[in-house]
């Protein structure tokens, strides 16, 4: 089930989590075991990412020079993508700190609604001149804090 969202105008499923990327698996994305190969799983996470902080009202880049920058990525393979599975990515923050904040993508059959993958992402709040981590602006905190869904991590 899904709402759509008043603070972005962003599609929501009823538990909060943002739909931000849909896909087929072709044929030449798998791999000689006939499942989907793991290098192919980084583009459509990246993707989602800049939808999820696009949905949060979050720019990821802007005219003052700062940015975003992924500094930890941890994936859970729970179950095979084949070809002709059409995914869902579903995503949402869950911990927000001084210059940081953790969200989750979950790769989903569309149609079955299984759990293939999990990724939990930390990125840092980054000054693109000094090239170093910087205390996330008062305006994005309350716009991701808005949208923080830290009873996930439990499921």
Not at 81 to 110: C, F, N
Request: net charge negative; charged share 30%; aromatic share 8%.
């Amino acid at each position: 089930m899904h709402q759509l969202d008043e603070l972005s105008g962003a599609m929501k499923s009823t538990d909060g989590k943002f739909d931000t990327f849909r896909a087929v698996i072709h044929p030449w994305q798998c791999d000689v075991m006939g499942h989907m190969a793991t290098r192919h799983y980084s583009p459509m996470f990246e993707d989602a990412s800049y939808h999820l902080f696009s949905m949060m009202g979050v720019s990821g880049e802007r005219d003052d020079g700062l940015g975003w920058a992924d500094v930890r990525q941890e994936y859970e393979y729970l179950k095979e993508v084949r070809r002709g599975d059409l995914l869902l990515l579903q995503s949402y923050p869950v911990k927000l700190g001084s210059k940081s904040i953790t969200y989750v993508h979950e790769m989903k059959d569309a149609e079955s609604d299984d759990l293939k993958t999990r990724v939990t992402t930390i990125s840092v709040r980054f000054d693109l001149k000094a090239r170093s981590a910087v205390p996330i602006e008062d305006e994005i905190r309350q716009r991701i804090e808005a949208n923080l869904l830290i009873s996930a991590l439990s499921e």
